[in-house]
């Protein structure tokens, strides 16, 4: 899978361990993260994550800042672009499979780096149910 990996200041090494298990996993990862724990503006790295998922560029996104919820709100901002704010494995999974999730948000000050990887991990391996969800998330988008 191609995977596009955004962070500000707060999830570096969270990033880092993602993408180190990514890249471990086979994937292609395209990194717009900040490198360092110098404090910088979210948006600057969510907005490249959710244009390659708008695009297709990108299978799915992965997102990280202190909350999670700066970050998801800016990529939420993109056209089919579906980010669900997770804090657990088991929120990760119920965003792909009722909500068809296509971009995770990482709260970094919140949970633990084992929680975050669980949650990509669960999040990637997780196919949407269709069926009666998909009717929701046609509902989604603003037309």
């Given at each position: ?63 990280i800042c202190g ?47 084992n929680q975050a ?18 009717r929701r998330v ?6």
């Open positions: 899978m191609k995977i596009s990996i955004g962070n500000d200041h707060a999830g570096t090494s969270y990033k880092n361990l993602i993408v180190n298990f990514l890249k471990e996993a086979g994937h292609t990862v395209n990194n717009y993260g900040t490198n360092d724990d110098g404090s910088v503006d979210y948006p600057d790295f969510g907005h490249p994550v959710a244009s390659d998922v708008e695009k297709g560029e990108a299978d799915f996104g992965i997102v909350s999670g919820n700066g970050i998801a709100m800016t990529v939420n901002k993109h056209q089919g672009v579906r980010a669900a704010l997770c804090w657990i494995k088991e929120i990760a999974v119920l965003a792909r499979e009722h909500n068809n999730a296509n971009v995770i948000a990482i709260p970094a000050r919140y949970t633990s780096k990887l669980d949650m990509v991990k669960a999040f990637l391996a997780t196919d949407f149910e269709g069926g009666r969800h998909q046609d509902k989604i988008a603003c037309k």
